[in-house]
């Protein structure tokens, strides 16, 4: 890789701090949120915890409802693991089903199952309204359910193919004002709401 477009701020620290990115590190590009998906019937009571997320992740356990996990090691993966962890708990079991599959996939898994997930908003708004399930947690105050996006050059010492160059064209245009202006309007006329706020400095 070039250049890297994530969303999992501690694992990219780590790789910043280990020498892997160029001399600028990463910037912010943009953010929305995670929410935690169920069935309209919610048999753990999830809606109950309607904007806190590890008492709706509690719930889910306690009761051994079905949670669809991406077990995949991508971003909303590492979120809900980290979900978990502050909630002190260790799924595991038949309800606890790990999926290794995109968010699409497992939105569609929960779906059939008539189970719960982690989703990030956007895939969510592009997915969810082909399915019977519904947000049942969201906009948790603690900014548990916060997802950031960072943008990393990699280190060009790294490897002699990297395109240092055209991966800076590109962080620097992803940053740059008129690109920031098109990620804020994209998704508000076909959702009625941004599946992106931008936030680059």
């Given at each position: 890789?070039?250049?890297?477009l994530?969303?999992?701020?501690?694992?990219?620290?780590?790789?910043?701090d280990?020498?892997?990115?160029?001399?600028?590190?990463?910037?912010?590009?943009?953010?929305?949120?995670?929410?935690?998906?169920?069935?309209?019937?919610?048999?753990?009571?999830v809606a109950?915890?309607?904007d806190?997320?590890?008492?709706?992740?509690?719930?889910?356990?306690n009761?051994?409802?079905?949670?669809?996990?991406?077990?995949?090691?991508?971003?909303?993966?590492?979120?809900?693991?980290?979900i978990?962890?502050k909630?002190?708990?260790?799924?595991?079991?038949?309800?606890?089903?790990?999926?290794?599959?995109?968010?699409g996939?497992?939105?569609?898994?929960t779906d059939?199952?008539?189970g719960y997930?982690?989703?990030?908003?956007?895939?969510?708004?592009?997915?969810?309204?082909?399915?019977?399930?519904k947000?049942?947690?969201?906009?948790?105050?603690?900014?548990?359910?916060?997802?950031?996006?960072?943008?990393?050059?990699?280190?060009?010492?790294?490897?002699?193919?990297?395109?240092?160059?055209?991966?800076?064209?590109?962080?620097?245009?992803?940053?740059s004002e008129?690109?920031?202006?098109?990620?804020?309007?994209?998704?508000?006329e076909?959702?009625?709401?941004?599946?992106?706020?931008?936030n680059?400095?």
């Amino acid at each position: 890789a070039d250049v890297l477009l994530v969303h999992s701020p501690a694992a990219e620290k780590e790789y910043v701090d280990g020498g892997h990115a160029d001399e600028d590190g990463r910037l912010d590009v943009m953010y929305n949120d995670f929410v935690v998906i169920g069935p309209e019937a919610d048999p753990a009571g999830v809606a109950d915890y309607s904007d806190d997320a590890i008492g709706a992740f509690t719930a889910i356990m306690n009761n051994e409802a079905v949670f669809v996990s991406r077990a995949d090691d991508s971003g909303t993966h590492k979120k809900a693991l980290s979900i978990w962890e502050k909630a002190e708990l260790t799924p595991s079991g038949d309800w606890y089903v790990e999926a290794a599959a995109g968010m699409g996939d497992v939105i569609t898994m929960t779906d059939e199952k008539a189970g719960y997930t982690l989703s990030d908003r956007a895939t969510w708004l592009n997915v969810g309204g082909n399915t019977a399930l519904k947000i049942l947690c969201e906009k948790d105050p603690s900014g548990l359910l916060n997802n950031q996006y960072g943008v990393i050059c990699v280190n060009p010492e790294k490897n002699e193919n990297i395109n240092h160059e055209g991966a800076k064209d590109f962080q620097n245009w992803i940053v740059s004002e008129s690109t920031q202006k098109i990620i804020g309007e994209y998704g508000v006329e076909e959702y009625g709401e941004a599946l992106f706020i931008p936030n680059a400095k």
